[in-house]
């Protein structure tokens, strides 16, 4: 494991956390910079594009956290995009509650970012 993949990962635990502030300031202002089709798109973030590229080796890849990872990183791309399309349809009240503890997207952002942690825990070691 390289330190490419301990950084990546650090990187992308911070950058799936604002995403959490963006969909916040989506719902106030119904409003978005991305589109909810982009945000869908699993290998558009640069997390994604790493997960999906070519600079991790075969051994990596077939690794559990890769795949524990690379599935919770899909279905947290597709809870947000809903959750996004709600705030930009004008519904607010039904978007906040999509977010909250208990929900599919807090579920998946926290099961993400704890699969993200281990992740790295195990290629710093």
Not at 2 to 20: C, N, P, R, S, V
Not at 74 to 89: G, I, M, Q, T, Y
Request: hydrophobic residues 40%; charged residues 20%; proline residues 2%.
């Amino acid at each position: 494991m390289t330190t490419t993949t301990h950084d990546t990962i650090q990187e992308a635990i911070g950058a799936h956390g604002l995403w959490k502030g963006r969909l916040k300031k989506a719902i106030a202002t119904a409003s978005s910079e991305v589109e909810p089709q982009v945000v869908a798109q699993d290998s558009q973030c640069a997390f994604g594009k790493w997960l999906y590229g070519s600079s991790l080796t075969a051994n990596e890849k077939n690794s559990p956290h890769y795949a524990e990872c690379r599935e919770l990183h899909r279905s947290f791309h597709a809870v947000a995009a809903k959750v996004l399309s709600l705030a930009l349809a004008g519904k607010a009240q039904e978007a906040a509650r999509a977010m909250e503890p208990g929900s599919e997207f807090n579920r998946l952002s926290l099961s993400l970012t704890r699969a993200m942690t281990q992740w790295h825990d195990a290629v710093t070691k």
